[in-house]
């Protein structure tokens, strides 16, 4: 039996700073050590069929080459593992949005995660397509292969809580240049039963 292994991405001159969602910062030279160090950690860690499956962002790219080159696994891009399109957000501080738009700053601020971004994706968008992602990423790990997706806080926050059958306000983002194994839950329902 393989595994689903989630990756955020490495560190860019926005994480933690900006809303990066369709915008596509590089890694930056601690984001780029970040994506190597993870590489080395997980190429020591796994064995057999391993494949990679990286969201088309720049800096998930560029994290995935680096898990790539020091496994030896095959890489494929799959855009349901974008982060979201946070619309007038995008690129602008959590300050700036307060000041924009206090409501959904303040939605934010106590943890809430469903929300539909102005001018740009929704939340039912979001959990659809990381929903179809998670469970071909499953589909393969069935089979037998260890499969690495590099994607970003939102989608892989969605996925977790899938998978593992949480409320995806008590799932923490998962910090940049780290990785998580999903553990499945049978309530999870992320694969419906064949009949």
Do not use: C, K, N
């Not at 307060?98 to 959990?127: C, K, M, N, T, Y």
């Not at 593992?164 to 780290?178: F, I, K, M, N």
Request: no cysteine.
């Amino acid at each position: 039996m393989g595994a689903v292994i989630l990756v955020r991405h490495g560190a860019t001159a926005w994480s933690g700073r900006r809303y990066a969602g369709r915008s596509d910062p590089w890694l930056t030279a601690d984001g780029q050590a970040q994506a190597w160090a993870l590489a080395t950690d997980l190429a020591g860690t796994l064995a057999g069929r391993i494949h990679i499956v990286t969201s088309p962002s720049r800096r998930a790219r560029q994290t995935a080459r680096a898990i790539a080159r020091s496994t030896g696994a095959p890489l494929s891009m799959d855009g349901r593992w974008s982060e979201s399109d946070f619309g007038w957000a995008e690129g602008r501080t959590f300050v700036e949005l307060e000041a924009r738009e206090p409501a959904i700053a303040a939605r934010l601020a106590v943890g809430e995660v469903d929300i539909d971004w102005p001018g740009g994706g929704s939340a039912e968008a979001l959990r659809t397509r990381v929903a179809l992602a998670l469970a071909d990423a499953r589909r393969m790990a069935d089979g037998g292969v260890t499969v690495i997706v590099v994607a970003h806080a939102g989608p892989i926050r969605v996925a977790t809580a899938m998978a593992e059958a949480h409320d995806p306000r008590t799932v923490p983002l998962l910090a940049t240049g780290a990785w998580h194994r999903l553990r499945w839950e049978p309530a999870s329902g992320v694969l419906p039963s064949d009949p």
